[in-house]
């Protein structure tokens, strides 16, 4: 396959636009299967695709491909071009960030993973299918790591490269009959700090819970979440924090009679949430990357450096995803565009089951499928609960409890957040993002609207 490097000057040399960014992709991957206590697939992928985007008279036509070979570049070179006639001058147009030449590794190979990326953890699911199938269950999951080297060019001398590198595995556990399920996961970007045996030992005793079951009705509780339901809703509140939205009048975050709510005590005391793209073992690309323009993000910013942003700061809302464009347009704003990683602050806080002893009455929650946003203006979601919601009385776990569907805002959510636990490298169930820390949550006033029969 010929360098992206050089596929990508070639097709910025052959650019008749008025502006032009081309950037290349090169990823890798690798997955583990298994079920019903057997590995089932392995295996590796490898995957390149080239995007060029080409501005005319301040309208964007965007074209990618997966096959690009040589004699094929010009042609797709004139279809990005084409792709711009008809279409409106780009509301968000902006200047290409300028740039002074390629980076010292512009030339060097894409990174790449393989199968032995679980060295450490495939010896321990052989031990997992013994001790699942001595105890009557059956175990299902995946596991998967990515690398994606991208290259960034544009024709105002703008070349960058870099490499990102994300994983996750997840596993679920089903009684012989499967009317019972749990489910864990976690992210890791090597996989040599999952703790296989005990993913399992935390969806065995689960199902242990789930012997005894117990009808509860709709309501207001007091619940504990777990890491991977409260990264859910993080990460809804954090897509919805775009600034020009919230000016705009359209969300959660917009002041009544205008303006946006930064500066202003949202959610309880205590909460803080970041995105840096330096996070140790968090660690994503260090600059923007955009194939087209949103509410928060901007096809003009490609290139444009990311550093560390506090989204809240102790309760307090400290920033919205702000382009370039709509902080000139709304006056000076601070540029803070979207990191890929969500970061809840400090390294201190009680463990779940150290939250578990000490709840009078409450229920726990391990996760959350089915998300979708209700109403922007008051950040309503609804969604559903799944694999495992247990009653906690006098600091036990006194069963497994009928599913619900939830009607709550995630803003309301952390504002009545009562306690934090440790944060910890989280996987969501339901938002594709796997690079996220998050806490267990004691939250009071948690909506449980109705029954749901889903399990």
């Not at 052989?126 to 690398?147: I, K, N, P, Q, V």
């Not at 890929?340 to 959350?368: D, H, W, Y």
């Not at 569907?405 to 938002?431: C, D, H, K």
Request: hydrophobic share 40%.
């Amino acid at each position: 396959m010929t360098d992206m490097h050089a596929v990508i000057e070639k097709a910025l040399a052959l650019s008749k636009a008025d502006a032009a960014i081309v950037i290349g992709e090169r990823g890798s991957n690798a997955n583990v299967r298994w079920a019903n206590n057997t590995s089932t697939t392995n295996g590796v992928a490898d995957s390149a695709t080239l995007h060029v985007i080409s501005i005319i008279d301040r309208a964007v036509g965007v074209i990618s491909r997966s096959f690009f070979p040589d004699d094929h570049l010009e042609d797709l070179v004139r279809e990005s071009e084409a792709a711009c006639e008809g279409k409106p001058a780009a509301s968000d147009h902006m200047a290409l960030l300028e740039g002074d030449g390629p980076p010292g590794d512009w030339e060097a190979p894409a990174d790449q993973t393989g199968i032995n990326v679980f060295d450490e953890v495939t010896p321990d699911l052989a031990a997992m299918f013994s001790r699942a199938g001595e105890h009557d269950l059956r175990t299902f999951g995946y596991a998967e790591h990515d690398t994606t080297t991208i290259w960034l060019g544009t024709s105002t001398g703008l070349r960058l490269r870099d490499t990102k590198a994300d994983g996750k595995i997840e596993c679920t556990a089903k009684s012989a009959d499967l009317s019972r399920s749990a489910w864990t996961g976690r992210v890791s970007s090597t996989f040599t700090d999952v703790d296989l045996k005990r993913m399992f030992e935390r969806v065995e005793q689960r199902l242990s819970w789930s012997d005894r079951t117990i009808e509860m009705p709709p309501g207001r509780y007091e619940v504990i979440l777990e890491p991977a339901a409260t990264a859910d809703m993080a990460l809804y509140a954090y897509v919805m924090g775009s600034a020009r939205e919230a000016d705009e009048g359209r969300t959660v975050f917009s002041k009544p009679g205008g303006g946006n709510r930064i500066g202003e005590k949202l959610y309880a005391d205590g909460v803080t949430i970041y995105s840096d793209p330096t996070e140790p073992g968090f660690e994503t690309l260090p600059f923007s990357v955009a194939l087209g323009s949103s509410s928060y993000s901007s096809v003009f910013d490609n290139g444009l450096p990311l550093r560390r942003t506090d989204w809240v700061r102790n309760g307090v809302l400290d920033a919205l995803i702000t382009t370039r464009h709509w902080a000139e347009r709304s006056g000076g704003s601070a540029v803070t565009p979207f990191v890929p990683n969500l970061i809840f602050a400090g390294n201190q806080g009680p463990s779940t089951e150290e939250m578990i002893a000490r709840t009078k009455r409450g229920l726990l929650v391990t996760c959350f499928w089915y998300i979708r946003l209700v109403d922007p203006q008051s950040g309503l979601l609804t969604g559903l609960t799944r694999d495992g919601v247990y009653l906690v009385e006098d600091g036990e776990v006194k069963g497994a409890v009928n599913n619900f569907r939830y009607n709550m805002s995630p803003v309301q959510m952390f504002a009545n957040a009562i306690e934090i636990g440790r944060p910890e490298p989280t996987l969501p169930r339901e938002f594709e993002f796997a690079l996220t820390r998050m806490p267990a949550l004691r939250v009071r006033d948690f909506h449980m609207s109705s029954v749901s029969d889903a399990t």
